[in-house]
């Protein structure tokens, strides 16, 4: 421990130290305590000022009336799937795409890798319109594209409204993971791949059986903050589902929040439960992949 | 058979040229090492053997036929990197049987000849490791099991032995003589170091300036090199080297007006003529003061090694030093040397090329303190 003499010389900074993290936790716990201490009264309680700050015992009574009314496992499904889609498709792209532009020398590799970079300035959200106009209609681009050369192309419209392939594309079209792909890339010697190609390794070989192996850690990282970022997911899924059944637990939230008629309260009590059972996948995610992901962000695996 | 045939062979980045017009044959079986200061391209020269960078010009055969458009796996060449580039993922008995995996033989057969290879490098205690639990030796060991494993034509060592400490790199030196004695593949050896040129090669290319230089046995290297280079770079302590101008047929003269005797019938000479005197440090004569010809030097400082010593004196205002067996002179402030005629190298100032009469040979001194 390098440290160690330097902590103990200064109790006095020691201390503050530990009195501003328990501060900073304790402000950071606080709304999440509350939205706790909300899903365990009954409506009148919670709809009070100000609402009581201790545990009410409506806790079992709200959780189950909330799930089985907002229909809750199905849309957990649903969310879970558009979520392990996005991952998996991300983790995908970012590794082949990141591959591409690190291991091989073709023309127009820098132009290719600014216009991926590019993409980091555009979030779904900014992009929104044209992009559900593609979701609408997957052949539209290509129709243009023909058009200009002036020919007219007879595709029928694809429609990607209200499937998984349309929740999931577009959140997977960006360069947030090839960007930390590449910079993992990057690190790896050019000695390991001229080994690799002496001992008679292609480039596919060299992607599956060195690539992907090293890169586990880096994988865990992405998947992670993947999983969390397609699971928040709120105003892309309300965008393209029109369809109840392929509503996912995020926009089920809002649909809770409302009294049953006008002008009655809003029913919080339930709507926090709601939001704790929604948080609990990813928070489950981050708990198993905590150690690798940690190691992905800070160290190279050595 | 796998001899190399390098023929007219260049480099160039861009518009850097990097080697010009390489010629060298190398018979098959033999151990050769190409020994040059850093930048020399003798890195580039092996990896272009090895298919690991493109031949801009001239061809390259192994075996008789042309390798220059074959992918490195098909030239039948294995190679042991410097920094050793084991893969960190894999175990040990993974890391030297993956050449043979990627060539898809069957499991069993895989690990019977990893078995095999383990035992000859010693590392059948360690086969279950990963490399980062190894040693520097160990992982170096472990390069060349993955070499060894593929019963290459040809191998190919990109200074191997320059991360290892000095007591374990005298050590591998031996284990990559011993297992040339028993491989006897055609082997390329990049080095640095002149020790482990010395001591390795059947034959020593030095290249400087992305040309060779000389090619030859060490012994010959040594005691006739071909330029003031080949000179300078072979031998340790380093030849000495005195600037001088030839005054008559059998006798230079330096620029504060010391005369050191030449034999006239070794040298091809011209009065007025540029030129560089080489002498190695062992081969100067410690000589009783006011002897024929001494040279009376004042001792700056000596460097003990044990068997020998070295002392660092200046002739003619040159660093001028001189190895003697430390029992035969007690440590003094001025030395009374003499230059043997014999022993004496000569170089065109102007080209570095060695100046010698056809059919002369360098003195026994040199050799006898070899």
């Given at each position: 421990m390098r440290d160690a003499g330097l902590i103990e010389r200064a109790p006095v900074l020691n201390a503050i130290t530990h009195v501003l993290m328990i501060a900073g936790l304790l402000i950071a716990a606080f709304p999440i305590y509350v939205v706790f201490i909300a899903s365990t009264h009954d409506l009148p309680t919670v709809n009070r000022v100000p609402m009581p700050l201790w545990p009410g015992d409506h806790l079992v009574q709200n959780y189950t009336t909330v799930w089985n009314k907002s229909d809750f496992g199905a849309k957990m499904i649903n969310s879970l799937i558009v979520a392990t889609g996005v991952t998996i498709g991300k983790i995908t792209l970012a590794a082949l795409t990141a591959f591409s532009i690190v291991f091989f020398r073709y023309r127009a590799r820098m132009l290719i890798f600014w216009a991926i970079f590019i993409t980091l300035m555009l979030p779904l959200e900014v992009r929104i319109v044209p992009t559900y106009a593609v979701a609408a209609d997957v052949a539209e681009p290509l129709r243009w594209l023909v058009w200009l050369f002036g020919f007219e192309l007879g595709i029928a419209p694809i429609n990607l409204l209200n499937t998984y392939t349309g929740l999931i594309l577009p959140l997977v079209a960006t360069a947030t993971g090839t960007f930390l792909y590449r910079q993992f890339f990057l690190t790896i010697p050019d000695t390991l791949v001229e080994a690799a190609r002496m001992d008679g390794a292609g480039p596919l070989r060299f992607f599956r059986e060195h690539l992907i192996p090293l890169s586990r850690n880096n994988m865990a990282a992405l998947a992670t903050i993947m999983f969390v970022y397609a699971w928040n997911q709120y105003l892309w899924p309300l965008l393209i589902t029109t369809d109840a059944r392929m509503a996912t637990a995020t926009m089920q939230l809002q649909k809770i929040v409302p009294g049953p008629l006008f002008g009655q309260p809003p029913v919080w009590n339930e709507a926090m439960a709601a939001t704790l059972l929604v948080m609990v996948p990813p928070l489950l995610v981050v708990i198993f992949m905590q150690g690798a992901f940690v190691r992905g962000l800070v160290a190279t695996d050595k | 058979m796998a001899d190399i045939a390098i023929r007219n062979v260049e480099k160039s980045y861009s518009k850097t040229a990097v080697l010009h017009g390489i010629n060298l044959e190398i018979i098959d079986g033999e151990f050769l090492v190409i020994l040059g200061p850093s930048g020399c391209g003798k890195s580039t020269l092996l990896r272009m053997i090895a298919g690991l960078e493109g031949i801009t010009r001239g061809e390259i055969a192994i075996g008789g036929r042309v390798v220059n458009a074959l992918e490195p796996r098909e030239r039948g060449c294995a190679m042991v990197f410097q920094n050793y580039a084991l893969y960190p993922h894999m175990t040990v008995g993974e890391n030297i049987g993956y050449a043979l995996k990627v060539a898809g033989l069957p499991k069993v057969e895989r690990e019977r000849r990893v078995a095999e290879i383990a035992q000859i490098v010693g590392l059948e205690a360690f086969l279950a490791r990963r490399p980062s639990e190894l040693s520097g030796g160990q992982r170096q060991r472990v390069a060349m099991g993955r070499a060894m494993i593929r019963e290459p034509k040809v191998f190919l060592f990109d200074e191997p032995l320059s991360n290892l400490d000095a007591k374990l790199r005298v050590q591998m030196r031996l284990e990559i003589r011993r297992l040339h004695q028993r491989l006897k593949a055609t082997s390329v050896f990049v080095t640095h170091d002149q020790i482990e040129a010395m001591s390795l090669a059947d034959r020593i290319v030095v290249m400087n300036q992305g040309r060779i230089e000389q090619a030859g046995p060490p012994r010959q290297l040594y005691a006739e090199p071909a330029t003031r280079f080949v000179a300078s770079f072979l031998g340790a302590p380093a030849m000495n080297l005195l600037p001088a101008t030839i005054v008559a047929k059998d006798r230079a003269r330096m620029a504060d007006g010391t005369e050191?005797?030449?034999?006239?019938?070794?040298?091809?000479?011209?009065?007025?003529?540029?030129?560089?005197?080489?002498?190695?440090?062992?081969?100067?004569?410690?000589?009783?003061?006011?002897?024929?010809?001494?040279?009376?030097?004042?001792?700056?400082?000596?460097?003990?090694?044990?068997?020998?010593?070295?002392?660092?004196?200046?002739?003619?205002?040159?660093?001028?030093?001189?190895?003697?067996?430390?029992?035969?002179?007690?440590?003094?402030?001025?030395?009374?040397?003499?230059?043997?005629?014999n022993v004496i190298h000569l170089f065109d100032a102007r080209t570095g090329s060695r100046l010698i009469r056809a059919g002369a040979t360098i003195g026994t001194l040199a050799s006898a303190a070899a």
């Amino acid at each position: 421990m390098r440290d160690a003499g330097l902590i103990e010389r200064a109790p006095v900074l020691n201390a503050i130290t530990h009195v501003l993290m328990i501060a900073g936790l304790l402000i950071a716990a606080f709304p999440i305590y509350v939205v706790f201490i909300a899903s365990t009264h009954d409506l009148p309680t919670v709809n009070r000022v100000p609402m009581p700050l201790w545990p009410g015992d409506h806790l079992v009574q709200n959780y189950t009336t909330v799930w089985n009314k907002s229909d809750f496992g199905a849309k957990m499904i649903n969310s879970l799937i558009v979520a392990t889609g996005v991952t998996i498709g991300k983790i995908t792209l970012a590794a082949l795409t990141a591959f591409s532009i690190v291991f091989f020398r073709y023309r127009a590799r820098m132009l290719i890798f600014w216009a991926i970079f590019i993409t980091l300035m555009l979030p779904l959200e900014v992009r929104i319109v044209p992009t559900y106009a593609v979701a609408a209609d997957v052949a539209e681009p290509l129709r243009w594209l023909v058009w200009l050369f002036g020919f007219e192309l007879g595709i029928a419209p694809i429609n990607l409204l209200n499937t998984y392939t349309g929740l999931i594309l577009p959140l997977v079209a960006t360069a947030t993971g090839t960007f930390l792909y590449r910079q993992f890339f990057l690190t790896i010697p050019d000695t390991l791949v001229e080994a690799a190609r002496m001992d008679g390794a292609g480039p596919l070989r060299f992607f599956r059986e060195h690539l992907i192996p090293l890169s586990r850690n880096n994988m865990a990282a992405l998947a992670t903050i993947m999983f969390v970022y397609a699971w928040n997911q709120y105003l892309w899924p309300l965008l393209i589902t029109t369809d109840a059944r392929m509503a996912t637990a995020t926009m089920q939230l809002q649909k809770i929040v409302p009294g049953p008629l006008f002008g009655q309260p809003p029913v919080w009590n339930e709507a926090m439960a709601a939001t704790l059972l929604v948080m609990v996948p990813p928070l489950l995610v981050v708990i198993f992949m905590q150690g690798a992901f940690v190691r992905g962000l800070v160290a190279t695996d050595k | 058979m796998a001899d190399i045939a390098i023929r007219n062979v260049e480099k160039s980045y861009s518009k850097t040229a990097v080697l010009h017009g390489i010629n060298l044959e190398i018979i098959d079986g033999e151990f050769l090492v190409i020994l040059g200061p850093s930048g020399c391209g003798k890195s580039t020269l092996l990896r272009m053997i090895a298919g690991l960078e493109g031949i801009t010009r001239g061809e390259i055969a192994i075996g008789g036929r042309v390798v220059n458009a074959l992918e490195p796996r098909e030239r039948g060449c294995a190679m042991v990197f410097q920094n050793y580039a084991l893969y960190p993922h894999m175990t040990v008995g993974e890391n030297i049987g993956y050449a043979l995996k990627v060539a898809g033989l069957p499991k069993v057969e895989r690990e019977r000849r990893v078995a095999e290879i383990a035992q000859i490098v010693g590392l059948e205690a360690f086969l279950a490791r990963r490399p980062s639990e190894l040693s520097g030796g160990q992982r170096q060991r472990v390069a060349m099991g993955r070499a060894m494993i593929r019963e290459p034509k040809v191998f190919l060592f990109d200074e191997p032995l320059s991360n290892l400490d000095a007591k374990l790199r005298v050590q591998m030196r031996l284990e990559i003589r011993r297992l040339h004695q028993r491989l006897k593949a055609t082997s390329v050896f990049v080095t640095h170091d002149q020790i482990e040129a010395m001591s390795l090669a059947d034959r020593i290319v030095v290249m400087n300036q992305g040309r060779i230089e000389q090619a030859g046995p060490p012994r010959q290297l040594y005691a006739e090199p071909a330029t003031r280079f080949v000179a300078s770079f072979l031998g340790a302590p380093a030849m000495n080297l005195l600037p001088a101008t030839i005054v008559a047929k059998d006798r230079a003269r330096m620029a504060d007006g010391t005369e050191i005797a030449l034999d006239p019938g070794r040298f091809v000479v011209e009065i007025g003529q540029a030129v560089e005197i080489g002498i190695r440090p062992e081969d100067v004569m410690i000589v009783w003061p006011g002897s024929e010809g001494a040279h009376a030097l004042e001792v700056e400082f000596t460097e003990d090694m044990g068997s020998s010593r070295l002392i660092h004196t200046r002739l003619g205002g040159m660093e001028f030093t001189v190895l003697q067996p430390t029992a035969q002179i007690e440590a003094q402030s001025t030395l009374h040397i003499n230059l043997p005629e014999n022993v004496i190298h000569l170089f065109d100032a102007r080209t570095g090329s060695r100046l010698i009469r056809a059919g002369a040979t360098i003195g026994t001194l040199a050799s006898a303190a070899a």
